[in-house]
């Protein structure tokens, strides 16, 4: 019997050695496995179908010692505080106690950009994730339009969005002069420049190809040239960006 006294489906989370663990339904995969999903810091079992998540539960629980092993090499959580300096776009950025409403302050001179906010712990964490959303905005809106218009398509809505699966997405115009609309991460704002900014001729070359073929691909090298620096990247760093503010 599981552990909830049922079926087990898609999505059922199990602790094992003090560890969660997510039980997915892969219908294209052959046999039960593990894996660590680093962006979202935790471990996924995935079963080739429903009537065998009760194998992969059992073989999580079997592999315990390599699950926290697994979780042990993650980048610790770095919970935002007074003190901390930040590169946002690259650019060091220093975390600052203060009382009223969280700002941003521009660079003064010699020194660096400044987040003051108020609040402690939780409190303090979401005031400063503001300002860089707000800061992420505009940059990636920036970035957005300028490649919108090499590209010749419409300039789309840009939105910024607190997603662990990807860190952009875009929606193309159901006609081909109507404006689409893109997604991004926010702890993109987190990556240096080049990374962001590879990110953002990635979603609009999907503006003219919803696909990821050699015309998609064209388009992207056009606009940045070779991509793969970035990709390799966001693969080595991204857990450590999605430390921040856990």
């Not at 892969?26 to 471990?43: K, M, W």
């Not at 650019?91 to 106690?97: D, G, H, I, N, R």
């Amino acid at each position: 019997m599981s552990p909830f006294g049922r079926a087990l489906v898609d999505g059922d989370r199990l602790e094992v050695g003090g560890a969660v663990v997510t039980l997915k339904i892969n219908r294209r995969a052959r046999r039960v496995s593990l894996r660590l999903d680093r962006t979202r810091r935790q471990i996924v079992a995935t079963a080739p179908s429903a009537r065998r998540l009760g194998e992969a539960a059992a073989f999580a629980r079997e592999r315990a010692h390599w699950i926290a092993e697994r979780l042990a090499e993650l980048p610790p959580s770095s919970p935002l505080s007074p003190g901390m300096v930040l590169e946002v776009f690259g650019q060091p950025v220093v975390l600052e106690a203060a009382t009223g409403r969280a700002r941003w302050h521009e660079a003064d001179g010699a020194g660096p950009h400044r987040i003051s906010a108020a609040g402690e712990g939780e409190g303090y964490a979401r005031a400063v994730i503001l300002m860089i959303k707000k800061r992420a905005l505009t940059v990636m809106g920036e970035r957005t339009a300028l490649y919108a218009a090499r590209l010749g398509a419409p300039m789309p809505k840009v939105a910024i969005m607190d997603a662990k699966a990807r860190w952009g997405s875009c929606r193309a115009g159901r006609r081909g002069d109507a404006p689409g609309s893109i997604r991004y991460s926010w702890r993109l704002a987190l990556a240096p420049f080049a990374v962001a900014d590879y990110v953002a001729a990635h979603e609009c070359a999907h503006l003219k190809e919803l696909n990821h073929g050699p015309r998609f691909w064209a388009h992207v090298k056009a606009l940045v040239g070779d991509e793969r620096p970035h990709r390799a990247w966001l693969r080595a760093e991204g857990a450590r960006l999605h430390a921040f503010g856990s």
